[in-house]
């Protein structure tokens, strides 16, 4: 997570573990580019137990649970240092199911302004203008074939493949995104959460430097 885009970045990370890591990916790592936060000896764990308490304890979280998932859980730490202005936004590592991870974003950092709405994804191909023609609804077959869309829908305004298909929920939306990123093998920026000012995202398992 980025302080401003001109400093350093800050890792929530064991040191030990993470430059075991670097080396291990022959990943060059200068000290001088980041500040570690180590969760099992934080000098600010008090300050962030009581605060992920304060948020929390309305919501079924003791002080001894509240005690237990702070050191441990760096999705938590991250949150609620955005929320103590130690950090601007948290960039959380997806591993296990997203909706874990955009439970802790809700809970700690939303409020009556700031709340989820979607994630945004782009996939950038080479082949593709971006020009803005919309439609709808159709199923997504008859939207990515043209064939298929001049026999049962002549009167559509679409031309060709569909670019950008919006969907009813995440489920539908995350699963034709899968399989258009891995058969088309293109760059694809995101998930961006929408709707939250910036103030958190949640990378997916398939995530590279170059697309985020």
């Given at each position: 997570?980025?302080?401003?885009t001109i400093?350093?970045?800050i890792l929530i990370a064991r040191p030990?573990?993470?430059?075991?890591?670097?080396?291990?990916?022959g990943i060059p790592i200068a000290q001088d580019d980041y500040t570690i936060v180590n969760p099992e000896d934080c000098a600010d764990y008090e300050g962030n137990c009581e605060t992920y308490l304060g948020l929390m304890q309305r919501r079924?979280?003791?002080?001894d649970l509240a005690r237990a998932i702070t050191p441990t859980n760096t999705t938590a730490i991250g949150a609620v240092m955005v929320r103590r202005q130690m950090a601007d936004s948290p960039i959380c590592r997806a591993v296990g199911q997203y909706?874990?991870?955009?439970?802790?974003?809700?809970?700690?950092?939303?409020?009556?302004t700031l709340h989820l709405?979607?994630?945004?994804?782009?996939?950038?191909?080479?082949s593709k203008p971006r020009s803005f023609i919309y439609d709808g609804e159709i199923h997504s077959d008859i939207a990515l074939d043209a064939g298929l869309r001049e026999r049962y829908f002549p009167n559509s305004r679409l031309l060709g493949e569909a670019d950008v298909p919006v969907f009813a929920n995440t489920d539908a939306a995350s699963g034709l995104r899968n399989i258009l990123n891995m058969k088309a093998q293109r760059l694809e920026v995101g998930p961006i959460l929408m709707?939250?000012?910036?103030?958190a995202h949640i990378v997916t398992t398939s995530i590279t430097s170059g697309g985020y």
């Open positions: 997570m980025h302080k401003q400093d350093a970045l030990d573990v993470f430059l075991k890591k670097g080396r291990q990916h079924g979280l003791t002080p909706r874990w991870y955009l439970n802790y974003i809700r809970q700690l950092l939303g409020s009556e709405i979607g994630a945004l994804s782009l996939v950038i191909l080479d709707g939250m000012s910036n103030r």
